[in-house]
């Protein structure tokens, strides 16, 4: 696929125009992604980076990293980072649509999916089309959501912690953007595909569905690909930070219909760093990859479990490699604590704050946290609630959500 540029010469001057509001709104809206969200909540207890021995289970990261056919890759091609290789894009897209029956159009590729995920809250939202979300859910298109004037509306998850379809679709007649997390991000567990369906077929009229799949490779959830396949009023977001280890890399895609594609270019197109999208074409090619690392995370995941059940301490199952742990006492404590024993454990959500959630780690991450969780949890952490955020940090993007 030969990849596009963005055409100034050819552009209207109402497109001109969106296009200068668009990169106003973008100068104004810092991308958050995963790793700013648990950075910041580590800040209300420490400044101190962790330590380069810590256990760090706070960020929902692949220790495993990326897999040894895109090291490689990624090895061999640094002689070339002087050009732009943009056939190196068009490989990674026509190899993805392939795998995946798409066509070519209807994939953006970008820099990890944290792009396409502020921009299509930013093209699709505005002060009378709020933006719809479940609680707890993934906090990032809520800060893009505030930043473009849109009301946010969150709809609890239900009892067995999947996006409530029907009260989701009711939420709002004007919604902008319905967003569905599917598995969600923090619980890790997932929403049938028929509830997504539901969603399409009775969503208000003029709302864009944004099915954020991130964690779909760890879990047996139903991709939603057969939606924009069929022209649906859908976006699906995909990353390889997740199962592919690659969040440091930097790669993603956004898939949908052209002309709902084309509404979140205006926000930003760049050049693709090429060694993201030739690691992510090999990643991709590698059909043992997804199947082994699921089993990886899956082993791991069942073994805490298991030591979590037999010591009596509950928890919400999980199909991907985060889940929440309850602690019975103000979360924020248990993470400050933890962070002394050398382990960094992940947020508190507001509706659930005495839930704290973990990243499943490597077999050995997994070992320390289970030895520093016994004994905080059998020691009082009263008093380590993290203090009010320092003046420098107040009023800034991390403090809406956390
Ligand atoms: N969506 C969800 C639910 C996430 O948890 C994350 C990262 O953790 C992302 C999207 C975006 O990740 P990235 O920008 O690294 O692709």
Not at 77 to 89: I, N
Request: hydrophobic share 40%.
């Amino acid at each position: 696929m030969p990849v596009e540029a963005v055409n100034l010469s050819g552009l209207s001057r109402r497109a001109f125009l969106r296009l200068g509001a668009a990169a106003s709104a973008l100068a104004a809206v810092p991308i958050l992604t995963e790793a700013r969200l648990a950075h910041a909540q580590r800040h209300k207890f420490t400044h101190d980076a962790p330590p380069p021995d810590a256990v760090r289970i706070d960020a929902n990261e692949n220790p495993l990293g990326p897999c040894s056919g895109a090291c490689a890759i990624i090895s061999s091609l640094v002689p070339q980072g002087g050009r732009y290789r943009d056939d190196l894009t068009g490989q990674f897209v026509d190899t993805f649509c392939a795998l995946e029956g798409l066509k070519s159009d209807y994939v953006l590729p970008y820099a990890g999916s944290s792009e396409p995920l502020h921009y299509t809250v930013l093209a699709f939202t505005s002060k009378d089309k709020p933006y719809v979300t479940a609680d707890p859910g993934y906090e990032a298109g809520m800060y893009a959501a505030t930043a473009n004037g849109a009301r946010i509306v969150k709809v609890p998850l239900t009892a067995t912690y999947a996006h409530d379809a029907k009260a989701m679709a009711a939420a709002d007649p004007n919604a902008g953007v319905i967003y569905v997390c599917n598995p969600n991000n923090p619980t890790g567990t997932t929403t049938p595909k028929a509830d997504i369906d539901y969603l399409v077929a009775n969503k208000p009229k003029g709302a864009i569905l944004l099915i954020d799949e991130a964690y779909i490779h760890f879990s047996d959830a139903t991709p939603s690909l057969d939606l924009v396949k069929s022209d649906k009023d859908v976006i699906v977001l995909r990353t390889f930070s997740k199962v592919y280890g690659m969040a440091g890399v930097r790669c993603g895609v956004a898939i949908g219909r052209p002309d709902l594609l084309q509404k979140i270019r205006y926000f930003g197109m760049n050049a693709m760093p090429i060694m993201a999208v030739a690691a992510a074409t090999v990643s991709l090619q590698d059909k043992d990859i997804v199947p082994q690392r699921r089993k990886i995370n899956t082993d791991i995941r069942n073994e805490t479990f298991e030591w979590l059940t037999a010591n009596n301490f509950s928890f919400i199952p999980s199909e991907t490699n985060c889940f929440m742990l309850q602690t019975n006492r103000p979360g924020r404590e248990v993470m400050a604590a933890m962070a002394k024993h050398n382990v960094y454990i992940g947020r508190v959500w507001p509706i659930m704050p005495t839930y704290v959630r973990i990243t499943v780690g490597t077999r050995s991450d997994m070992q320390k946290f289970q030895a520093a969780f016994k004994q905080v949890m059998n020691s009082s952490t009263a008093g380590l609630e993290p203090p009010e955020l320092p003046a420098h940090l107040r009023g800034t993007p991390f403090t809406h959500f956390s």
